[in-house]
């Protein structure tokens, strides 16, 4: 059934490998996007049957940097669309491409990744779905808004690495993804899978469970811990960490890369 999800602080979790369903709803996850290439249909239902919704993400590799993005794009669309039909995902929904350069798209490669995803979007429309775009805040602002699924846009990275500064959330984005590269959010550990975690920034509608899911039973879960030595020294991990709390008025000190006691 299509669900309509509503904004909420970090609800959601991406990852490649399959992890058990029940485990992420007691963390407290509702959502989950999982990957076209590596899913089943049989852990699709485990999901639903945890009570734990469900979105599409399509990702080959990264073919906004390749020599033909338009081919690609156009062999990918169609795709994606097969296989969500396969797994039975209504009509309508999005397929979120993830295909479209790696982390922050540069001015060498961000002309291929808008035209793979248009052109992957023109076999995905064909195909009964719409179109949702995963990357940075330039690719979003380069695909242009109208051509982006307004129900599981979603935008990964938004770090200005040559400013040093944090550019915030795309206005057209619905999830903010948190990887550990580009802000201060531990990838979560839920047994030995390393999961991004993910914000709903606005209402999206997912692939959900029916009305007739079981209620989650309680089940004892040991909370995810982070264990890292970080060096007295600079550091530019704590240099990131340190910039990502200043934005959220949570560090007022220096940033000066050591990890002291603030």
């Given at each position: 059934?299509l669900?309509?999800?509503t ?10 490998a ?9 963390q ?8 076209l ?11 639903h ?12 590799g990264?073919?906004?940097r390749g ?5 690609a794009?156009?062999?990918?669309g ?8 396969a797994l039975?995902y209504?009509k309508?929904?999005?397929i979120v ?10 001015a060498?490669?961000i ?12 076999g995905c ?9 995963y ?11 109208t ?5 599981a ?13 944090w ?11 948190y990887p ?13 899978v390393r999961?991004?975690?993910l914000?709903?920034?606005?209402q999206i ?5 029916g009305?007739d899911?079981?209620?989650v039973?309680p ?6 811990i982070?264990r890292?030595?970080?060096s007295r020294?600079r ?7 340190q ?7 949570l560090?007022?000190a ?7 006691p603030?």
């Amino acid at each position: 059934m299509l669900k309509t999800l509503t904004p909420g602080p970090r609800k959601g979790a991406d990852f490649l490998a399959h992890v058990d369903p029940l485990q992420l709803k007691v963390q407290g996850v509702s959502l989950v996007g999982v990957y076209l290439k590596n899913t089943t249909r049989a852990q699709i239902d485990a999901y639903h049957a945890a009570g734990v919704n469900v979105f599409l993400i399509h990702q080959r590799g990264y073919e906004g940097r390749g020599t033909d993005p338009v081919g690609a794009g156009t062999r990918h669309g169609l795709e994606a669309a097969q296989q969500a039909k396969a797994l039975g995902y209504p009509k309508g929904l999005a397929i979120v491409f993830a295909s479209m350069g790696d982390y922050d798209n540069t001015a060498a490669n961000i002309k291929g990744s808008v035209a793979y995803f248009h052109a992957a979007a023109k076999g995905c429309i064909a195909g009964g779905y719409r179109p949702g775009a995963y990357g940075d805040a330039d690719l979003f602002t380069a695909i242009g808004s109208t051509a982006l699924s307004c129900q599981a846009a979603a935008k990964a990275w938004s770090w200005d690495w040559v400013k040093g500064k944090w550019k915030g959330p795309h206005p057209t984005a619905h999830l903010l993804q948190y990887p550990s590269r580009a802000v201060a959010v531990p990838r979560a550990p839920w047994y030995g899978v390393r999961v991004d975690p993910l914000d709903i920034l606005k209402q999206i509608v997912v692939w959900g469970p029916g009305p007739d899911a079981p209620p989650v039973k309680p089940v004892r879960v040991a909370k995810p811990i982070l264990r890292r030595t970080i060096s007295r020294t600079r550091n530019e991990e704590v240099v990131l960490l340190q910039r990502h709390l200043s934005f959220l008025k949570l560090y007022g000190a220096t940033i000066d890369g050591r990890f002291g006691p603030l």
